[in-house]
Nanobody, 119 residues
Framework: QVQLVESGGGSVQAGGSLRLSCAAS????????MAWFRQAPGKGREGVAF???????SYADSVKGRFTISQDNSKNTLYLQMNSLKPEDTAMYYC?????????????WGQGTQVTVSS
């Protein structure tokens, strides 16, 4: 019954910014982890940023200092603020959620939103 729907993807030039959103529904757990993953064609899925129900965050080294994960619990929405975008950031970005804490495998996934960064 948990559903995650991403939005906010698009095409930007290198150095630009985007904010991705993930609207969650049917998520009634008090302890959880939410995350953003990305996958480029021909490459594996990469964990980008994580946040738990206590607000603790973690980032992949490739995006640290440029991306910020946050959540608005009143709106049941997860965000990924992406600044100083690089062509290497081009990928499908997926919202994911897991019960209790950040651990694999994640059981709930959104449909993905495309981010394309041109040089």
């Amino acid at each position: 019954q948990v559903q995650l729907v991403e939005s906010g993807g698009g095409s930007v030039q290198a150095g630009g910014s985007l904010r991705l959103s993930c609207a969650a529904s049917g998520y009634t757990y008090s302890s959880y982890c939410m995350a953003w993953f990305r996958q480029a064609p021909g490459k594996g899925r990469e964990g980008v940023a994580f946040i738990d129900s206590n607000g603790s965050t973690s980032y992949a080294d490739s995006v640290k200092g440029r991306f910020t994960i946050s959540q608005d619990n009143s709106k049941n929405t997860l965000y990924l603020q992406m600044n100083s975008l690089k062509p290497e950031d081009t990928a499908m970005y997926y919202c994911a959620a897991e019960i209790d804490y950040c651990k694999t495998p994640f059981h709930y996934w959104g449909q993905g939103t495309q981010v394309t960064v041109s040089s």
